[in-house]
């Protein structure tokens, strides 16, 4: 409790509302409708208490969607930085300066990984994304409140890479923080983040005009992989990089793990895709890269995953006969470089 006004508030509402056979994601929107739709009523007195129970509800949900699994979020942030500070050392992947391409940018969030990249001092990005941004408000607001997290604390997203809050407001000249916050899209510099809503074949990048080209979970519902990589080929410069985590698992057992990960290898299908992935294996996808001028300079497998007996048995060929190590895992991340 506190003192305001000259008056002692006490912070504690107690309710006798059950609540734990409530799904937490109901219970949230409902609590979001009744803030949305109505002003806060009775005494003054009621809506400090309100309001200070709401700030505390408030600190608790920014702790609890600070999760991978939120495309929003800062945790996730950092895990993708991961790879691009690792191939940064190892092997001189270009960031100030540079144009990067983020392929399969997502619809949901898909201006939040080439946006840490800016603020490292990328020159140009660009977003390939086919499916339509349901929410564009909430994006811009989603890269305004990560900047400033970032200001708060460089390390967190960017580890031991040379970077300060300084040089991180120098390489964001030219976006307006304020319209970001309101959602506003004129806070997007148009020049240096630009969103193709189209397929990479069709995205109006210039041949060998790009340093860096990323992808993460993309690849594997792409109907044509060839044309894919054809495409990074032509855009991407003599020497110039790419990053693509693929992911071979059946997509279904996402929302049903009850069925085997590995599910539609058994299923009679003369498409492309099916249950929205082509079904290649991690082992497939060097072949491509190297067939179009990429070197594959490493990749790292993980993930495998336990197959049935049963499952194996009904597994159709040409997966039936694999090796385990080629089969079964489902990660794949590579980095490869344009000759």
Known sequence: METTHGRLVHHEVRTNLDVSQIPLAELAAGLLAKLTASSQGGSRFEQ???????????????????????????SLAAVQMKNIRYAHYKYGLPLAGAVHVDFGAGAISPAQRMFTH????????????????PDVGAVLQS???????????????????PITRELILTNMRGFDFAKLRKGDLEGVDPTRLMLHSCLLERAP??????????SNSVMEHVPDPDAAVAAMARITRSGGFGLHGIDTIDHRWYGNPSLPPFEFLTLESKESIVHGCNRLRICDYPAIFERHGFAVLELSQSNPLPMADEVRARLLEPWRSMPAADLLHSWGMFIVRKK
Not at 49 to 74: G, H, P
Not at 205 to 214: E, K, T
């Open 48 to 74: 400090e208490r309100c309001l200070a129970v709401l700030l505390r509800l408030q600190d608790a949900i920014e702790s609890a969607v600070d999760t991978q699994q939120n495309r929003f979020s800062m």
């Open 118 to 133: 800016l603020m490292l001092g990328v020159r140009q990005a660009h977003l390939v994304e086919l499916d339509p941004i």
């Open 143 to 161: 890269l305004a409140r990560l900047m400033g997290e970032t200001l708060i604390d460089p390390q967190r997203l960017f580890a031991d890479l």
């Open 205 to 214: 990048i210039g041949p060998a005009s790009v340093d860096v080209v990323v």
